[in-house]
């Protein structure tokens, strides 16, 4: 059940640190109990690690805190569509709901692409809801890209 | 050009140390110059992270000692076929060559599953060989799971 925007809106503040870090501006959050875990944002340049997506870090963060690799009472927020990499992850992980910002057609492995959760073999599928903050998570991602365009180094 | 299976016994070392561990036995390698630059095996359990597969955690260490999140000039061989998160951290960093041993039907995303670099929007797709020592490779994986069956806490 849906309760509020609040969580994602945390997940924005994330995503905007990571903008201002010149890093993919993608924030995530994961919740228990009603209540907040994990925050991280995209950390590839600053980590030097292609695979430091907010999802990834987040959902660490969250195993380490609970002492688990199972993580089938929390909730994901994150404002980007998740590529297949981090919907894998939540795959493994067993989140039971994951929320997204904007929809992403390049990367995005839940309604584009591979459609992940979709796959017959997917082992784990989380309740899905997309578009949650839309406006603000599409136009933090579309401003950053734009002001890139024509500069190199553009990595996800 | 895939000069002898040197590397995949390299892997194959890793994975019976995570086997050892209790740890799904998937090891992998990175090869940058001919030569190894980066080692590991699932730690999912000893690191408490569902995102530890060998894979993963040798990307990280290469892109560490390189100082570059791309890893273009680099090869992988790995014991097991990747699944999607590893798959898609294979296309973010670039990897030129991907070797890798057994398939696996149930989470493997190259010849099984979403086929992740079939796919229209992977930015990236390397040289694919599967079926690398194939024989050792999917003895130490179907060993380990005949031992687990029946066991509680089956997690790759």
């Given at each position: 059940m849906y309760k509020g925007n609040a969580f994602m809106v945390a997940a924005l503040e994330e995503a905007m640190k990571a903008g201002q870090n010149d890093e993919v501006p993608v924030g995530a959050v994961i919740t228990y109990n009603g209540a907040i875990i994990s925050q991280s944002h995209n950390l590839v340049r600053k980590n030097m690690d292609?695979?430091?997506h907010a999802e990834v870090l987040c959902i660490r963060a969250a195993s380490q805190k609970l002492s688990s690799?199972?993580?089938?009472e929390c909730d994901i927020y994150v404002t980007l569509e998740p590529c297949a990499m981090c919907a894998q992850a939540i795959a493994f992980s067993k989140i039971k709901r994951l929320y997204f910002g904007a929809y992403d057609e390049?990367?995005?492995?839940?309604?584009?692409?591979?459609?992940l959760f979709n796959a017959?073999?997917?082992n784990h599928k989380p309740e899905i809801y997309g578009g949650i903050e839309q406006e603000k998570t599409t136009e933090i991602i579309q401003t950053f890209f734009s002001n890139k365009r024509g500069r190199a180094g553009i990595l996800l």
């Open positions: 292609p695979t430091a690799y199972y993580l089938d390049k990367f995005g492995a839940i309604e584009n692409g591979v459609r017959p073999i997917s």
